[in-house]
């Protein structure tokens, strides 16, 4: 019978340094095996998040529950239950792969024959057999990244926090990394990722978008793709982006203009009105387009609108 | 070279130095403490050397001896022992630092042959404080008698006969207000040698690890601009310490200046220049700001602190060592400081250590614009 | 109408010891362009941005930027270029304007005319309100935006960015690639590195790197005509099962889990969708959305690489 308890709650949480609220009021839940994914701009209070979930910072006020304890009032317990890879791996890079392995075993109080285990599944999981000897400082980024996370889950813990696990690495081992993640939460470790990767983002079933120490927005990403902005989104491909954005600014119901790949998403309150009114425009101008129509926001789209209709809140108050 | 770049690379540094403080405290606060220190530190006025005394006659002739012991200001007797034993006990003990015995046939022998000898035992383990209690006490017996010899030994430490010393003894007593003129000279050459190459240590080494010299590589800027450019606001800050520094030594320290300012002036510009320029050959080749300073340390103030003649006499080195002091710049400038101060000398006079001291110069500057790399490998 | 070539690179080879960061490398850019290196981290992307530089010499080939001779005369280039190192260095303390006029004067720009550029490119950023502040008080966002207008205080032909917005949040992003665009209507050419694929798709033309080799090198969408076979994406709450289906149908080449379904490589879309639709159907795995997708970047270099490394 499998566990439909929450694996993590977070309740009315907040966290105030001083005069400075960096969380506030964020609630949440994440089901055994979810992989939860937090987006949101620096500064955004990811990372103070982050920290009070791993027990580091204690709430201003609210309560969170990590694998069952409570962050307040356990926040030992919450630490054995966690793994936790950093940023930029974390690893000694003047010690062998099997050095940081033993290493980070020792720190997480795994020994014994359960530790020969969990280093072996590790070594076999990056891909390391044999290479057990190489020097950490040796190894590219996507071995050192697969690495890393082996020595994140020796003490197989029921959760685990990745913290833009995949910057600088090519996609191919992003891609790698993302299967060992996903063969994790399918063994019903729960994952929380935070990133700033919107490719990374898609791998997230579900996402929560923080900005200003806020829940702006919670769902998985199609959700988040078709509910939660009001304006429409316009596609429209063309050769010279370029020359059309400075143009497309001035244009009435036009939110905002921004390149997008090689074509250009434009944000405007209303498609049916805008195309038209778009498409006299660039004619007018002589400006040519290969494609215009409305398309469903990406995920970019998204945290862009969030984002900035927050600071406009903010210059209007 | 582009003024117009020198001028911003300094300003640069300058605004740098200012916003930094761990800069402005080596820049401000070194050179004073380190005056202070090093200006205090060397102050011989030891007194008040515990003292015992075995007096083995008993005669009114000894008494008076160890009473003009007693009124010392260099003495404090702690203890009178009636046996070796006791004595030897007190000093291992380190109840006392000098023992004076007095012979059972001290007057006696003054009588009979006009002269006599009395016997000093020092704790060796303090050369310092054995040196000076020695002399101290000689002059004690010789101004009691110029007949009466003080014949010594140490315990302790060093056990062996050591050397009298001469010229120590000269320095060390009587003599240390003059001493004092010796020796102040002597720390601010220190203090600048060490300021100065600590200033500009980091100021490479520090643009490579924030990763502001890779931009800066990659702009028209030449190495030479560079040099110019960092020392320049460097070259300002050490002839304000220098002038700080002098200035106490002389009215604070009470060392005469018997020379021209405009000598003092120029010589000291010169040997900041030498400073600094190594400073910036260090930063140039050790592209950590932590190694940069800690080999800036060890170069400048092991150097100048044995080899530069401030401490102990050239001349009175082994050869070999002496011709490496050739290699410390802070020798020159020592040299003359001293000559400046003490004997008023003019540059004419100087000739020699300034002109070694501008060779050097040269070559410390050379060195340091080709070691600057402006490549990345 | 074409551009006259304002980059022009040939043979390019850098080794560092026995690792070989770049192999024969060659390539050209046009008055304007943007073009954008995207490969593996601590590959050749860096050295590339450093030989292009000058600031770093190759062991074999030959540089040409704007007419100068990059290996025989860095010195001289650099007046032609601006180039912003991936940490770029910003004196953290110095004030916004202090760094920017700091590099004004290493350029030797007139003051008056710098002056107005300054302001304008700052309120382009919209760092206006943040002149007087110390760089090292700043975001990461503003920071990168802050070096960018060090870099383009003196009006370079050519920008050399090595990954620009590493670590930058998606908002200051798109506020950098607005400056970006618009310096290509001044003609300036633009040359840099990403690990960022999204990113890698505003590029007017894109080099894939692979092993310190040029894998590729063309404009976007001629690069997704590349990618053989369609892409299909499938919206499911049950990815894993949806995955195992898709895998053993016929005509698919490989799945890939995403966070809230599969995308699938097909050969041909319009026959496999109504295959996949009944499969999945038939084994009762719920799903959405089938439809067809664009192929990402990220997919297409997947697939390249993919191929590359069987034929090594």
Known sequence: MMDQAPRIVADRLVKRFGAFTAVDDVSFEVKRGEIFGFLGPNGAGKSTLIRMLCALLRPTSGRAEVAGFDVGRHPERVRENIGYMSQKFSLYSDLSVIENLRFFGGVYGVKGARLDERIDFGIEMAGLTGRTETLVSTLSGGWKQRLALGCAILHQPPVLFLDEPTSGVDPISRRRFWDLIYALSADGVTVLVTTHYMDEAEYCNRIALINRGRLAALGSPGELERGSIKSQIVLIECDDAGALLPVLQGVEGVRDVAPFGSSLHVMVDSADAAIPAIERLLLAHGLRYSRIERIIPTLEDVFVQVVASASSMERLQ | ?377 | MTLPVVISVSGLTKRFGELVALEQLSFACAKGEIFGFVGPDGGGKTTIMRLLAGIMPPDTGSIFIDGVDVVADPQRVKAHISYMPQRFGLYEDLTVDENIEFFADLFEIDRKSHEERMARLLAASGMTPFRKRLAGQLSGGMKQKLGLTCSLIHAPQVLLLDEPTAGVDPVSRRDFWRILYGLRSEGVTIVLSTSYLDEAERCTRLGLLHSGRMLHCDTPNALRKLMPGDLVSIASEEPRKARDLAARTEGVQSVLLVGDGIHVVVDDAARRIPELERVLSESGVPFDRIEKASPTIEDLFVSLVGQATIEQ
């Open chain 2, 1 to 377: 070279m582009r003024w117009r770049r020198v001028k911003a690379l300094a300003k640069k540094e300058i605004l740098q130095v200012w916003r930094d403080p761990r800069s402005l405290m080596i820049v401000l606060l070194m050179p004073f403490v380190q005056l202070l220190l090093f200006g205090y530190g060397v102050n011989l006025d030891i007194k008040h050397i515990p003292l015992c005394v075995f007096d083995r006659e008993g005669s009114q002739l000894s008494l008076a001896l160890l009473k003009r012991f007693q009124a010392s200001n260099y003495f404090k007797v702690v203890e009178a022992e009636s046996t070796y034993q006791a004595v030897t006990e007190a000093l291992d003990n380190g109840r006392c630092k000098v023992v004076i015995v007095i012979p059972p046939d001290f007057s006696e022998r003054i009588n009979d042959l006009g002269a006599s000898s009395v016997q000093g035992i020092v704790d060796a383990t303090d050369d310092n404080t054995a040196n000076i209690g020695l002399g101290y006490a000689r002059s004690v017996v010789a101004g009691f008698s110029g007949v009466t010899e003080l014949r010594w030994s140490g315990r302790r430490g060093s056990a062996s006969k050591y050397q009298p010393m001469t010229v120590q003894s000269r320095v060390w007593f009587n003599e240390d207000l003059e001493s004092r003129n010796f020796v102040i000279p002597g720390v601010v050459a220190m203090v600048l040698a060490l300021v100065g190459a600590q200033l500009t240590s980091l100021t490479i080494s520090r643009e490579w690890e924030r990763g502001t010299m890779e931009s800066l590589i990659s702009t028209p800027t030449t190495p030479m601009e560079l040099l110019v450019g960092k020392i320049t606001p460097y070259f300002v800050i050490g002839m304000v310490d220098a002038a700080f520094c002098l200035t106490l030594a002389v009215f604070w320290f009470e060392v005469p200046f018997r020379g021209a300012l405009l000598t003092l002036l120029l010589t000291t510009s010169l040997f900041l220049i030498v400073v600094l320029g190594l400073g910036y050959l260090i930063s140039a080749l050790i592209r950590s700001q932590i190694g940069a300073s800690q080999v800036a340390l060890l170069v400048t103030l092991l150097p100048t602190s044995l080899l530069s003649g401030y401490t102990f006499p050239i001349d009175q080195m082994p050869k070999p060592v002496q011709a490496i002091t050739y290699l410390v710049h802070s020798r020159y400038y020592v040299t003359i400081l001293k000559a400046v101060f003490l004997k008023g000398s003019r540059l004419d006079e100087l000739a020699l250590p300034i002109s070694l001291l501008i060779l050097y110069a040269g070559a410390v500057l050379f060195l340091a614009a080709r070691a600057f790399r402006q490549r990345l490998d």
